[in-house]
Nanobody, 118 residues
Framework: QVQLVESGGGLVQAGGSLSLSCAAS????????MGWYRQAPGKQRELVAH???????HYADSVKGRFTISRDNAKNMVFLQMNSLKPEDTAVYSC????????????WGQGTQVTVSS
């Protein structure tokens, strides 16, 4: 069983930066995708960014140019550097991994709170 554990959330003022980390325990088949989703109160969960095991990133339009995703495949880790944070970035951020093709399996972390004050 794969477990994902996130760290790095917190409270920051608008314009500030935060870094999130997600570590996966256990073996994850490749090729795969590791990424970050977020859910704000009263809103649906949305994709923030993901990256394939081959290193191809994808970002939501709302975070392009501000957030950077990276991976360490050897350690089964994914990171999210968040700069120029806005109050609308406030949400619970969750880590996810699934196969590159389809969702025959999918694992989620427990989530970490990111709060951006105005």
């Amino acid at each position: 069983q794969v477990q994902l554990v996130e760290s790095g959330g917190g409270l920051v003022q608008a314009g500030g930066s935060l870094s999130l980390s997600c570590a996966a325990s256990g073996s994850i088949s490749r090729p795969n995708v590791m990424g970050w989703y977020r859910q704000a109160p009263g809103k649906q969960r949305e994709l923030v960014a993901h990256m394939t095991s081959g290193g191809n990133p994808h970002y939501a339009d709302s975070v392009k140019g501000r957030f950077t995703i990276s991976r360490d495949n050897a350690k089964n880790m994914v990171f999210l550097q968040m700069n120029s944070l806005k109050p609308e970035d406030t949400a619970v951020y969750s880590c996810n991994t699934h196969p590159l093709n389809g969702y025959s399996w999918s694992y989620w972390g427990q989530g970490t709170q990111v709060t951006v004050s105005s």
